[in-house]
């Protein structure tokens, strides 16, 4: 299994470093401008605003290094010389790990470099507040009305920022292995590869419509984006399950209803 994926890492790898490089140096590049634009009360939100975009084209990022091999691989009948070599379902796995693997560090290191690069690159910001307290008339901040572990987001920014970037890798995974999935039985590349990033735009408008923006992927993502007295643990667990189910559901229906073979295209 080790050498399968290997050689499979061997495969992606020039993809993978090419993606990866080139979102790292546009992140470093909107973390350093970006946030001159606004009014600031913590070092840390110079990495929020630097990474909004991100946020966004976080599904293209995780799939766009990998989504396509399989589909080649179907294409040109190169899957079915591996047949007398190597067991069907330890070779798709090894796609898996691959696949899956590089979405999580690509957005991991999007991640933590754009957070390096705010604590440690940006000047130290002026601090402004915006908020009046209501009883005393005095200014206060608005980090702990609008994230969550407010006082860990101040006083302890880098593990924060550490924590955070673990688990948009976490995220990134999850949506990986969609296009993952969808390169096993489908024949269109361009599917393949937005298709999870459709998924994403898809399931914020419905959570939105209803008015649930708290459940939404693209909040347990970075969950800044809602009020912080909206948040709980179920933000954090809803939208990855409800991926998670339309995994399944995919796999289920092109397995037994529609009866789709992985190694015909």
Not at 5 to 23: P, S, Y
Not at 47 to 66: C, K, Q, R, S, W
Request: with cysteine.
């Amino acid at each position: 299994m080790k050498r399968l994926i290997r050689n499979e890492w061997r495969k992606v790898r020039v993809a993978f470093g090419f993606t990866a490089v080139l979102a790292m140096l546009a992140a470093i590049i909107c973390t350093l401008i970006i946030y001159k634009n606004y009014a600031l009360e913590a070092q840390l939100e110079v990495y929020e605003v630097g990474f909004e975009i991100f946020n966004l084209i976080f599904p293209l990022l995780a799939v766009i290094p990998t989504g396509w091999l399989m589909y080649f691989e179907r294409k040109n009948g190169f899957i079915n010389y591996t047949l007398p070599r190597v067991n069907k379902k330890n070779y798709v796995f090894s796609k898996w790990i691959v696949s899956a693997g590089s979405g999580y560090l690509v957005v991991f290191c999007v991640s933590m470099i754009s957070v390096l690069v705010a604590l440690y690159v940006v000047p130290p910001i002026t601090v402004q507040l915006s908020l009046v307290n209501p009883e005393t008339g005095e200014l206060m901040g608005k980090i702990v009305q609008t994230h969550i572990y407010g006082e860990q987001f101040l006083e302890q920014p880098f593990l924060y920022g550490l924590v955070l970037s673990l688990w948009k890798g976490i995220i990134g995974a999850l949506v990986a292995t969609l296009g993952f999935v969808f390169s096993l039985y489908s024949q269109n590349l361009f599917v393949i590869l937005t298709g999870p990033f459709v998924y994403v735009l898809l399931e914020n408008f419905c959570w939105s419509v209803f008015g649930l923006e708290k459940y939404r992927l693209v909040t347990a993502f970075e969950p800044s984006l809602v009020w912080v007295e909206a948040i709980s643990w179920t933000s954090f667990v809803t939208g990855p399950v409800l991926l998670l189910l339309v995994i399944l559901g995919y796999l289920v229906y092109k397995r037994k209803i529609v009866n789709a073979r992985i190694y015909e295209l």
